[in-house]
């Protein structure tokens, strides 16, 4: 740029000494700027892999689930409820922690969620699963990206992915931030001269095109800096929260842990996300213990853990448990289960409108199994991720998910 | 204060593309290097790159399968068996990050790094680094120029990729023996498609291939058998004829010829050359040399290449990139650096020393990028939508500072550090150029603002 009148430190201090606030502050991303009322909190868990529905949810008032795969039925599966159609399910004896969630109608279970489209691909499921119906050059790729433009929750630390690298879902809100521990959330600069020169190196220019992969780049730098600013002068506290004993030890514990912090911190978190991995379970499930068993009792610990952390924000708080697809009825050759169709997704929080088994049942017969080997799909995945739009305040879910004709067959979370 | 000068001195145009092919091919420049290949020839520099030879196999320090692996372990060996795959893990992305910085034979590394991803085995599934060492020794490095053929059918036969995706364990429904299981009755094995459903979806034709359910199947079947043998130091393939589905199989449409091994085999050559997977591999590279969305004209004639050469890869990439008047090797830089990519090209600007990588290591592995560890059978993802969020950036900027200051454990700085400015290309966004022009900065802080400085994220 030529003939700048403005030195970058009159800048700076310009900007700095007009605004007690530092210079990235938005008052609207604020929790406590909203007004009064509500503040709705939505967390995001993609089991990643494909979790086995049966295996997590069995129905075991069905009566082909022991034929179809006597090896794979857990012994001591905890009594949940039953569908319309009377049949009774159980949950995974190790999700025993969720039990008094169940019991006091915080939570809900959906037996035969998935993509209408008959995909059996982890990537091309998990894409569709988090573009929720837009094509892969809409201008906002995820749905919950769109969620969060609806809503206009778009600051630094409203969504936070507390995972190594951003999901797609989040894909096209410029502040979605990834990050694992609230740690990471310092300068980098040690002198106040090298934050400065980083802030300043992220300054957007007139007339620069916004698609210019530089430009790009400073933009979401940008972003970063502001997350920095929140952290050190809204919640100097949040850095030394305890992430605490409750909750389990391991990457998954730790992602629980982060978003408990958030929220405690009083960051204005609107949305967060959590991936959990090792649900590809092709060889050796397991039952009541083993592979799959492992994986559900970090997942109990950890929403038991977040659940007791928040106190009273509970009820502010709506947990979607999702997965790209099902795996087949029967084991494979390996004491597993291949890709499937039709699996199990939760929703778990303060304010649920259901509980309970809360979509059909297709049931196991042959004739009723997708292709003759996957619990078939009964209800549409966007119906379960449109309760998290509506959750956060969009009502027209037919925005977040393009196509979808859903709104009608929306379920009553 | 005085004003920053804000126009930098105009390149020449050698020095310009001198950086430009060293950033996309060479894994970033070290001090200096720009002025080398300017004199050289940007263009000639990527024609010497795409001729030479493949480097001199990787020592054989590297480990082989331990005896441990065929035993029945007691509970107090697993921790040291895992500690020894984690050793086995470290030094193999030890060695991609030392090969990689060295900057010798760099497009070669950049084909190793990119196979690693396409055909991605990897360690976080138990037991699967044992077979890693060989895996690169024998399949990765000897074909990562060569020809697609070739080196599909070497990743099929390889116990890493049996392993990996399960095949070993995929047998005719019925055949063999029992499977022996500790409690409970003895089951009969049967059909594992995971591998025959990758080999599709991302070996060759693509998830949106044109194949189905049934082709999955029927190609899983074609498989049944392949395997390795138990018990070797340097387990090799075997087909084991007892447990292969010996029913007549149909794969997108076409009766699979010839019986046992040959059905396999003549499936992977058949997917190998199907143009379907040519264009699918020509986009792949041109998203991996050129552009998150490669303008089609380059793909489409990438593809050609790849099939009138039989599945060349010094062809395809030639034809990709040193294409027409206007050559796609000299194009600007729109990729965004990987973090492995990123942290390398750090370590050769700075002119670091690697005395101990783990250091380096934990960083790739705070950014979510250490070779041998991709998430999935995918690889690590090629686009900027999957990398690019201020987390990601913020953590960048931590190991830019850490790096500048001397921080890193196992890496050491020259004495004289290089000229920060030096690290910019000419037309870097005058945002970049000011903040590094403050005087009251010290000299590593300037050089750390470089390294990540949103032109230093590019390629």
Redesign the interface.
Known sequence: ??G?GL???SFLKGSLASAALPFFFDPRAAGGAQGPGPSPLLLVVFL?GGADGLGLLPPVGDPQLARLRP?LVPKGALAFGAAADGTEFALHPSLAPLLPYAESGALAAFPSVGLLQ?V?????AQDLCERGGAPADAPV?GWLARVLTATGATA?LQSV?AV???P?A??GDP?????ERIE??RS????R??S???A????P?PG?RPDA??????R??R??????DRVHHRAPRAASLSSGPDFPRGPLGTRFATVARLVEADLGLVAAWIDA?GYDT??RQGAERGALANRLTELAGGLDGLARRLGHRFEDLLVLVVTEFGRTARP?????T??GRGGVALAMGGALATSGIASPWPGLEDAALA?GRDVAVTTDLRAVLALGARHLGVTDADSIFPGWRGASEALQG | ?A?PQ??APLASRPLRDARRVLERLGWGPRPGQVELVAAQGPLRWVQDRLAEDAPPPIPSSLPTVPAWLWARPAKEERKEHRREQHRITRELAALRTLRAASGAHPLHEHMVAFWADHFAVSARKPFTAVFLPDWEATVLRPHALGRFPDLLLATARHPAMLFYL?NW???A?GSGRL?RRRR?PE????????YA?ELL??HTLG??GGYE?RD?EETARAFTGWSFERGRERPGFVFRAALHDGAPKRVLGERLPGRGREEGEALLRRLALHPTTARRLAHKLAVRFVADDPPTDAVDRTARAFLSSGGELRATLAALLLHGDEPLALAP??K?KRPFEWVVSALRATDAELSDPRGVLRVLR???QVPGLA??P?GYPDV????????????R??F??SLA?GRVPGVELPRVLPVAEHLLPAD?????R???S?P???HH?RL??AL????L??R
């Open positions: 740029m030529r700048r030195s970058r430190r990643r090896s008959p059996r691909s982890h990537f091309d790729p630094p992915a190594p690298s951003r797609l989040l894909s502040a979605a931030m990834a990050f990471d959330l980098p600069g040690r002198s001269a090298a400065e020169a980083l300043w190196m992220t300054r220019l620069e992969p530089a430009a790009r780049i400073a979401v730098a972003q970063a800096l502001g997350a920095v991995e092709h060889v494979n050759g390996s004491g597993g291949d890709h292709d | 204060m004003l804000t126009d399960d364990k995929s047998v429904e499977r409970g089951r009969p094995r049967g059909l594992n498609e995971n459903r979806e991302l998830a949106r359910q999955v830089p729109r965004l705070g950014l979510g998430p999935s995918a900027a939508e999957r990398w690019l969020d201020p987390g990601a950036l913020l953590e900027s931590h830019a500072f200051e870097a966004r005058a945002p970049t000011e903040a590094l403050d009251t900065l010290r802080e750390a603002l990540a400085s949103p032109e994220q590019l």
